[in-house]
């Protein structure tokens, strides 16, 4: 059977203009396509995975053919619950490579019956990360134009909450 199903796992923390851009192709590319905020215990988190999920789902609210959810188990697990035969992931040039290919290595011996599929990052994303957004973010840059208005907001939500 051709997969009509994908899902495109991350941590999202917290989602860039790169994430959005890899998720709206893909969105065209797939019948359905799962956006999954996987819950890593070991990293520390700027935003909670259901707050990310708010921000996800408000910023690709036009894309009815994607959903976003939060998982805390393996990839591959919810993969099969949900019927896709695609593992999809956003690959930017150099610093992704070695990582992507040992994940989906990982993902492949776990699963083989599912496909890892690279994705190409758009020339205009390919230093856009989300680890160098939350260091911006702690030194109060104005990062408005790497993410979508939902992170601003919540972003500004947060640093009122700790000023109070
Ligand atoms: P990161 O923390 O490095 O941004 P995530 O785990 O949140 O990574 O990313 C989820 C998926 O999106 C991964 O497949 C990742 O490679 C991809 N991705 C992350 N940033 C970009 C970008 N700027 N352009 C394209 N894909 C990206």
Redesign the pocket.
């Known amino acids: 059977m051709i997969p009509s199903v994908a899902v ?6 917290p ?5 959005i ?3 709206r192709r893909a969105s065209s590319l797939f019948e359905k396509l799962y956006v999954v905020i ?1 819950v890593n215990k070991s990293k520390k988190h700027l935003f909670q995975p259901e707050e990310i999920c708010g921000m996800l789902r408000e910023t690709l609210e036009d894309k009815k053919n994607v959903e976003v959810s939060v998982w805390d188990g393996l990839i591959v697990d919810f993969a099969k619950k949900h019927n896709a035969g695609v593992i ?5 040039p150099l610093a ?1 490579f070695s990582y ?1 290919f040992e994940l989906a290595e990982t993902n492949m011996k776990i699963c083989p019956e599912i496909e890892v599929v ?5 020339s205009e ?7 160098s957004i939350r260091e911006m973010i702690s030194f109060g840059v104005d990062i408005s134009a790497l993410v979508p208005p939902a992170v601003v907001r919540a972003v500004k939500m947060q640093k009122n909450c700790q000023l109070r």
């Open positions: 495109l796992p991350g941590s999202f923390d989602p860039t203009n790169g994430h851009d890899i998720i996987g999809l992931r956003g690959v930017r992704d992507e690279f994705l190409p990052a758009s994303y390919f230093f856009t990360r989300s680890s």
